[in-house]
């Protein structure tokens, strides 16, 4: 079983910088994969990025590539997510998912994911 708690969301003008944290209960939590998806109101709930356990499989949609990094501290139990260049389409609540699956073609559906958090609210302002 893995717990998630999200932190660091806030209102960030565009072009603006911010990281958000994502601190997982359980001692398994090295053997998981976790990722970060985000859903603007009225809008489904799409993948954002995801990294293995062991850092080296990193993926990221094609709207993120070059301004946002993730990264996971295994001796913390936590995932970051350091958005930069941020764009009013950016706004959203931003959830953190854990998952055992290897097989990182999965990460990117929310079906593939198996534990969730309760999300963090991002404003980018214009």
């Known amino acids: 079983q893995v717990q998630l708690v999200e932190s660091g969301g806030g209102l960030v003008q565009a072009g603006g910088s911010l990281r958000i944290s994502c601190a997982a209960s359980g001692r398994t939590f090295s053997s998981y994969a976790m990722g970060w998806f985000r859903q603007a109101p009225g809008k489904e709930r799409e993948f954002v990025a995801a990294i293995s356990w062991s850092g080296h499989i990193i993926r990221f949609v094609d709207s993120v590539k070059g301004r946002f990094t993730i990264s996971r501290d295994n001796a913390k139990i936590t995932v970051y997510l350091q958005m930069n260049s941020l764009k009013p389409e950016d706004t959203a609540v931003y959830y953190c998912?854990?998952?055992?699956?290897?097989?990182?073609?999965?990460?990117?559906?929310?079906?593939?994911?198996?534990?969730w958090g309760k999300g963090t609210l991002v404003t980018v302002s214009s």
């Open positions: 998912a854990a998952t055992s699956k290897a097989d990182s073609g999965r990460w990117s559906a929310v079906g593939g994911m198996d534990y």
